[in-house]
């Protein structure tokens, strides 16, 4: 009996784990803060040197490594450099450098000089060419002087009882504190003379709180930033007459009316005279003269000085005189002076170079009479001497 042998075969199955032959960089950034910034307290105007450090690269690794910035006051987000190229935004004078030196770890970002509007968040981000990134972000304090934004509340009108809200937005590290207060120093409607907050309410506002407003900001840096605005209120006219005119007539001498006239927007002035066929409408001619002028703030605001002169004073001239005053939107107002006959000139309202007054006449009848008598003293102790 062929005996036949026996071959035993073994397979021994390895498990073996899948590997992938692609290998994954471990990229870390150093320090906790992720970049560290040289002076730590920067102020605006200093040099800034912001160094994100990059650790576990290698030679063979490719990447990219971007600076941006996302500003705190107007949230805009800026790239500013991209290894060592840099985006200066069409200034004037480069003041942004990109630095990495071969072989090192550190990515360097110089401001000179830091600017006020650089305060927000700095990143410091690292893209590799398998399109993963990592990054790191610090907050970037700016310390400067306050600087009140163009954003602030500007010229404006509102109706007299009508609210409004004054806004003053201002910027700079520390935050400042905002203060409101009156260019002529009056009360606010408030009562006090300032008033914190960076918002200014008035209620129902009147007349009397228009004018011109200051916001002033100030911090522990600056002495601080002002804004100024002028607040208008629109209202009805009105018109003010100081009183009658009284003048001699036909003696060559002047007279002149006087009248305030109140509004916003400025009122439309006219003047008429009363006669007996009804009123006429005064233009400037030989026998009267219109004038408009502003007085100074501290006799009146959102006023004119009216004034009419009525020359060489006759009798056709006296009576009722009406100043009208007209603006849009709102009614008409009017005030009256009267034009009464005196038996003498009144030298307050005449002019210095109008001639025949008779009190000018009768000052030179006394010199005529002090004249003669001394001729005539002097005749008699002549006969006297002989």
Avoid at 120 to 126: E, I, K, V, W
Avoid at 164 to 191: F, H, M, R
Wanted: aromatic share 10%.
């Amino acid at each position: 009996m062929l005996m036949l042998s026996r071959s035993f075969v073994y397979i021994i199955c390895l498990s073996i784990p899948l590997i992938n032959t692609e290998t994954i960089p471990r990229f870390d950034m150093r320090d906790k803060d992720g970049i560290i910034f040289d002076p730590i307290a920067p102020r605006a105007g200093e040099r800034l040197i912001a160094t994100c450090t990059l650790v576990g690269l290698t030679p063979n690794d490719k990447h990219h490594v971007e600076w941006s910035l996302k500003r705190f006051n107007d949230g805009k987000n800026f790239t500013l450099a991209v290894d060592t190229d840099v985006l200066q935004f069409n200034q004037p004078v480069p003041r942004l450098h990109a630095i990495h030196a071969t072989e090192s770890s550190d990515w360097v970002l110089i401001f000179d000089p830091l600017d006020r509007d650089d305060i927000g968040n700095l990143t410091c981000r690292l893209t590799d060419t398998n399109s993963r990134e990592i990054y790191l972000t610090r907050f970037l304090n700016v310390i400067s002087e306050p600087l009140v934004l163009e954003s602030s509340t500007k010229d404006i009108e509102v109706n007299e009882g009508d609210s409004v809200t004054l806004v003053c937005n201002a910027q700079g590290y520390p935050a400042p504190t905002i203060e409101w207060q009156k260019a002529d120093a009056q009360p606010l409607s408030s009562g006090h003379i300032r008033q914190m907050g960076s918002q200014l309410h008035l209620h129902q506002v009147t007349r009397r709180e228009s004018g011109i407003y200051k916001c002033l900001a100030s911090n522990l840096v600056g002495f601080g930033s002002e804004w100024t605005l002028k607040l208008s209120v629109r209202f009805r006219p009105y018109v003010y007459c100081e009183r009658d005119v009284g003048q001699a007539t036909d003696f060559l001498v002047d007279a002149y009316m006087e009248c305030y006239v109140y509004g916003y927007p400025p009122p439309k002035i006219s003047w008429r005279h009363e006669r007996s066929a009804g009123l006429s409408n005064i233009w400037n001619s030989q026998d009267y003269l219109i004038e408009a002028t502003i007085p100074e703030m501290s006799i009146c605001t959102d006023c004119i000085l009216s004034r009419l002169t009525i020359i060489h004073v006759k009798q056709a001239h006296l009576g009722n005189y009406y100043i009208n005053a007209t603006a849009p939107d709102f009614p008409s107002e009017f005030g009256r002076v009267t034009l009464y006959q005196t038996s003498d000139c009144q030298q307050f309202v005449t002019h210095r170079n109008n001639k025949g007054c008779k009190r000018i006449h009768s000052q030179k009848s006394s010199s005529n009479m002090i004249f003669s008598r001394s001729i005539f003293l002097s005749f008699v102790v002549f006969i006297q001497l002989f």
